[in-house]
Structure formats: structure tokens, C-alpha cells
Nanobody
Framework: QVQLVESGGGLVQPGGSLRLSCAAS????????MGWYRQAPGRQRELVAR???????EYGDSAKGRFTISRDNAKNTVYLQMNSLKPEDTAVYYC?????????WGQGTQVTVSS
């Protein structure tokens, strides 16, 4: 069984920053890709950023230039540093990992950008 625990969400003013963390535990031998997705009310879930088992990264258009994804393989943890946040970044952010047995999602953490 695989568990993902997300943290770091909350309320922030426009222009502010947040750092999300997602720690994976359980029956994990090797994590391939790790990533962050988000879903705003009435919208489809979309890719924010993804990082491979190496250092290859991919960003959604809304995240480019403002967000940075990183991972600590020793801790099975992925991070998302979000800067210059905008009200349109408001959403539930989900962590996702890919391992040999399939993909797993976290429970989500709310990010609200508002003055």
C-alpha cells in the first residue's frame, strides 16, 4: 500500500509564495515520475509540474517561470515552490507518483490566493 501526504497549502495574498510538499511512503521500491496537478471548481484537473526519476522537468503553461518542482529521492518527497501567485492559481493541488505498480494520488491540499 502507498500513502501520499501533502502539506503546505493555505491562504496567500496575490504576489505571495507557498511551498507544497508531498511525502510518499509504503510499498515503494523506486519512484519513476512525481508531479503536481490542480483542479479549480468547475474545471478539469490539469498538470502543474512533473519531474522524472532524474532531473527532467515539465511544466504546465500556467506554471512556467513562476513555479519550481524538485524532489528528494532519499525522502521520497516532491516539492512545489510557487512564487508570484495569482488569484487564478486558486485550486486544490494534488500530488501524483508513478511506481512500478501504477499511479497514486494524494488527497489534495487547498491553495487559495486572495487579498
Amino acid at each position: 500500500q502507498v500513502q501520499l501526504v501533502e502539506s503546505g497549502g493555505g491562504l496567500v495574498q496575490p504576489g505571495g509564495s507557498l511551498r507544497l510538499s508531498c511525502a510518499a511512503s509504503g510499498s515503494i521500491f523506486s519512484i519513476y515520475a512525481m508531479g503536481w496537478y490542480r483542479q479549480a471548481p468547475g474545471r478539469q484537473r490539469e498538470l502543474v509540474a512533473r519531474i522524472s526519476s532524474g532531473t527532467s522537468t515539465e511544466y504546465g503553461d500556467s506554471a512556467k517561470g513562476r513555479f519550481t518542482i524538485s524532489r528528494d529521492n532519499a525522502k521520497n518527497t516532491v516539492y512545489l515552490q510557487m512564487n508570484s501567485l495569482k488569484p487564478e492559481d486558486t485550486a486544490v493541488y494534488y500530488c501524483r507518483i508513478q511506481i512500478i505498480t501504477g499511479s497514486y494520488w494524494g488527497q489534495g491540499t487547498q491553495v487559495t490566493v486572495s487579498s
